[in-house]
């Protein structure tokens, strides 16, 4: 089926709202699939086959290459309130190392294929026979309204390759556009340009919180990208830098009035930097950057030598998640795709209190390739501990060779962590970076 205009396709797809997959896989691509593992292309197919009637093929061009609009079918999720979310970064064109250092934005592979884009989007439910989803709206998304954004984390991705650092591509080193893995298994590798170091096929993707944001901007008035930062880290050093050189109490009383004489609170590291950026519930509002990236701001102590006082924690465990295969887990999507802002504070001398600590700086923590094959280690032993109900068989520190990643108690009841460790689905527990990798991913700013 040939479409003249963009209206006449719109106009067409209107008819898929409210379908199952089912009812329109005239080709009967889903007989004996039940499920997106080691299939996760399906669904795309059933559309293309089933309702505009393409055949199956492997085109450079867009799908509906006469008007320029590429398809893409994805999922969402809704939480215990109700609220949506994507289930997945959505992948675009693979990146040919070899081609990128020589290409710019405005003619790349990139925006050849992607400029325009048509989602279907389907409610994802877990456990659910695939064919049973039930497709509930479509929307059309042009690169354009972010195109500030997205232009920017293309340079920073051709940067990186030309730097010959291609095996050290991370989704978090951008904001929107991701460099995702390509690859059938994870030891696939291709030749980079400036390296002779082997590197991870990539493709460009829309991250997973991008296509969240995306997602719920449907029937909204498309807002162009007026962003007047870039990245996160952008505006956290913006606002930081004013203070760097000062000390906690010095920076409390510049920005409150406050002063302390005793009793200096354990978290006044989160409540200066809460005051100066603002809290993670309300920087959405401040810029609409953080409404489409998925970032984490963290505090450190680190000592006059510049080593850290303690490790780095995220949130607690839950059973459930892992459920999943370490490739589609929600921690292998967070340590991919988060960019993590590590605040620095540093003792003026040994015996330091809190207080006296000065703001050093900030740097980005992402992870290469060989971080996420340590990490995958960690995770499918929580995994294994849980399928065992053993829990001696969890990452605890010194597991294993080049470990970056272990489990530990969270908060301060939590002696028993282990003995109720499956007692409910939430533990006591959760995963800490070890002091060694946040030491050998420190870059001051």
């Not at 379908?19 to 889903?30: A, N, Q, V, Y």
């Not at 197919?45 to 398809?71: H, M, S």
């Not at 970064?89 to 190392?97: E, G, P």
């Amino acid at each position: 089926m040939k479409f003249n205009t963009i209206e006449e396709l719109l106009h067409y797809t209107e008819a898929i709202k409210g379908r199952t997959f089912k009812e329109i896989d005239s080709e009967h691509l889903l007989e004996n699939t039940t499920n997106l593992k080691g299939n996760k292309g399906v669904l795309g197919q059933v559309v293309e086959t089933g309702f505009y009637k393409y055949p199956i093929n492997t085109d450079p061009r867009a799908d509906f290459d006469k008007i320029g609009v590429e398809l893409k079918v994805t999922g969402y999720k809704k939480n215990k309130k109700g609220e949506k979310s994507a289930k997945e970064r959505v992948s675009l064109s693979r990146i040919d190392f070899n081609k990128i250092v020589n290409e710019e934005y405005e003619y790349s592979k990139l925006i050849y294929k992607n400029k325009k884009i048509l989602f279907i989007w389907y409610f994802y439910e877990k456990g659910k026979d695939i064919g049973d989803f039930l497709i509930t709206d479509y929307q059309l998304y042009d690169m354009g309204q972010d195109e500030e954004t997205i232009k920017n984390d293309f340079y920073i991705i051709k940067q990186k390759v030309k730097d010959g650092r291609a095996h050290e591509l991370s989704e978090s080193d951008t904001s929107y556009l991701g460099a995702c893995t390509k690859a059938r298994t994870s030891k696939d590798r291709t030749t980079q340009p400036n390296s002779t170091i082997p590197a991870k096929p990539r493709a460009y993707s829309l991250k997973n919180s991008y296509m969240s944001g995306i997602l719920n901007s449907i029937g909204t008035t498309i807002s162009f990208d007026t962003n007047e930062f870039k990245t996160v880290e952008e505006y956290v050093l913006a606002k930081l830098r004013p203070y760097i050189g000062k000390s906690q109490l010095e920076i409390l009383e510049e920005i409150t009035g406050q002063t302390y004489k005793e009793k200096i609170p354990k978290n006044l590291n989160k409540m200066i930097t809460d005051k100066i950026i603002g809290k993670d519930d309300e920087l959405g509002e401040k810029d609409d950057l953080f409404k489409k990236t998925s970032f984490i701001i963290k505090n450190s102590p680190i000592t006059p030598k510049g080593t850290y006082r303690e490790r780095m924690s995220f949130r607690n465990l839950t059973l459930s998640e892992f459920e999943d295969t370490w490739e589609d887990s929600y921690w292998k999507l967070f340590f991919d795709e988060t960019t993590i802002l590590n605040i620095l504070w540093k003792e003026p001398r040994s015996g330091s209190k809190n207080g006296q600590r000065i703001l050093e700086g900030v740097h980005r923590i992402s992870f290469n390739d060989d971080n996420l094959d340590s990490m995958e280690m960690a995770y499918n032993m929580v995994k294994e501990a849980i399928e065992k109900e053993d829990v001696s068989l969890l990452p605890y520190p010194n597991s294993f060779e080049n470990q970056i990643l272990e489990i530990g108690p969270k908060g301060q009841k939590s002696d028993d962590a282990y003995n109720t460790f499956f007692n409910k689905d939430t533990t006591k527990t959760c995963f800490f970076l070890n002091k060694e990798i946040l030491l050998e991913k420190k870059k001051i700013k």
